[in-house]
C-alpha cells in the first residue's frame, strides 16, 4: 500500500491503544481519512503500535525496491483505458510490474479508484418528470423549513440473503470518476426480509420478515410494533414527524394508507400520497442509497450460517452505525434532490 503519513500513524497507534480492536481501527480510519484512503492491514497496525509504544517514533521506515517510472505509469495508463475492469493481480502480472507498484500507479500517479457496479431501475420517460415534480416539492419544503431534515423518517425493506450479496467484490471499474456501471442478475437464496426506518434520531427497527411481506403483515407491524416505537418520540406526539415509503405493493394497501392517514395526516409521502412518491427512486432514499450498502457491508465480513446468525450479526451491524455516519448519510438527501433536478429527473450515482 502507499506510506502512511506520520499523522495517520498518530490516529492508528492512539486507536489500537484505546480500543484495542483492529477492526475498530480501520473504520475510524476510513471514517476519518475517506473512503477511497487504502485501509492498513493488521500487521502494520500492530507494527506502527508496537513502535510507538516501545521508542515513541511515528516515522516510516526507509523502503528499497524497483521505483514506478514514467514509462510504467504511461504503460499503465493506457492499458486502463483498453480495459478498465481489469483487476490489479492480472494487470500488475499481464505489465511485468509488482501488484504494490501498480497499486501506486492507479491511485497516486493517475488518481484512478475501482468503484463496483450498482443496481438501479430503467426509468421511464414519465418517471424524469414524476422526479423532478418530487425534487421541487422537497426542496421548497427545505428552503422554507430547515429542520425538515431532522424530521423525516426514511423506511423501507430489504432481502438478506444466508449466502450474501449478488457477489460484486471481484468486480471493478477503474476511472478517475464513477462510471455508474449497472448489473441487473438478481440473486435466489434463503433469505429475510428486514424493515428498518432511519432519522436523525435513530432508527425504527430492525424488524424481521420470515414471510413475503403483504399489506395485512405490514399493516400489523405499523400497528404492533412501530406505534409503540412512534409514540415515545418527541416529534411524532407534536404531529411534526414525517413518514416516507416507497411504492412497493405492500405500502399500497389501503388500510396501511388509511393508518398513515390517520396518525400522520399530511405529514407522509408515499405512493399518491399527499407528498408522491415517484416510482423506481432508490436513489433519492437513505436506506437504499445508504443504509442497505453499508449493512451489508458489516454483515457479510464472514458468511452467517443460519438465518438466525443473520438476523443476529444484522442486528449488530444496525448497532456498530454511529451517528455521524447516520446523519451524513440523511444529510446527503438534501445534495440528492437538488442534482437530481439538475439533470432533470436523472439518477444520482450511488
Not at 490516529?11 to 481501527?25: D, K, P, Q, R
Not at 451491524?317 to 434532490?337: H, P, V, W, Y
Request: charged share 30%; with cysteine.
Amino acid at each position: 500500500m502507499s506510506r502512511i503519513s506520520k499523522r495517520e500513524r498518530f490516529f492508528i497507534a492512539a486507536w489500537l491503544e484505546c480500543y484495542g480492536s483492529v477492526t475498530v481501527v480501520q473504520r475510524k480510519f476510513r471514517e476519518k481519512f475517506g473512503r477511497h484512503a487504502q485501509l492498513p492491514c493488521a500487521e502494520t497496525i500492530h507494527r506502527i503500535h508496537k513502535k510507538a509504544a516501545e521508542t515513541g517514533d511515528l516515522d516510516d521506515e526507509p523502503r528499497s525496491g524497483r521505483r514506478r517510472s514514467s514509462e510504467d505509469i504511461s504503460r499503465v495508463k493506457e492499458d486502463v483505458k483498453e480495459e478498465p475492469q481489469m483487476s490489479i493481480r492480472v494487470r500488475a502480472r499481464r505489465l511485468d510490474l509488482s501488484r504494490s507498484n501498480m497499486q501506486r500507479i492507479l491511485r497516486n500517479d493517475l488518481k484512478l479508484y475501482p468503484y463496483r457496479p450498482r443496481l438501479l431501475q430503467e426509468l421511464s420517460e414519465e418517471d424524469f418528470a414524476h422526479r423532478m415534480t418530487f425534487c421541487e416539492e422537497m426542496i421548497d419544503f427545505l428552503d422554507n423549513d430547515a429542520d425538515v431534515l431532522n424530521r423525516l423518517v426514511f423506511t423501507d425493506e430489504a432481502h438478506f440473503h444466508l449466502s450474501g450479496e449478488v457477489n460484486r467484490h471481484n468486480l471493478r471499474y477503474y476511472a478517475e470518476e464513477n462510471p455508474n456501471v449497472i448489473l441487473t442478475q438478481p440473486l435466489h437464496s434463503p433469505r429475510v426480509t428486514v424493515w428498518a426506518g432511519v432519522w436523525a434520531g435513530g432508527f425504527l427497527g430492525p424488524v424481521f420478515f420470515d414471510e413475503t411481506v403483504t399489506g395485512s403483515r405490514y399493516l400489523e407491524m405499523l400497528n404492533d410494533v412501530i406505534l409503540p416505537l412512534l409514540e415515545q418520540i418527541v416529534e411524532f406526539n407534536e404531529s411534526r414527524l414525517i413518514w416516507q415509503q416507497d411504492g412497493a405493493p405492500p405500502h399500497w394497501f389501503r388500510p396501511a394508507r388509511l393508518w398513515l392517514d390517520q396518525h400522520f395526516g399530511q405529514r407522509w409521502i408515499g405512493r399518491n400520497g399527499p407528498t408522491a412518491w415517484p416510482a423506481r427512486s432508490p436513489d433519492l432514499t437513505a436506506c437504499d442509497y445508504w443504509l442497505w450498502g453499508h449493512l451489508k457491508h458489516l454483515v457479510y465480513q464472514s458468511q452467517p450460517e443460519s438465518i438466525d446468525e443473520l438476523k443476529e450479526k444484522i442486528r449488530g451491524a444496525f448497532q456498530a452505525i454511529t451517528d455521524d455516519q447516520r446523519l451524513s448519510a440523511i444529510g446527503d438527501f438534501n445534495r440528492r434532490i437538488r442534482l437530481c433536478l439538475q439533470r432533470n429527473g436523472g439518477h444520482v450515482e450511488y
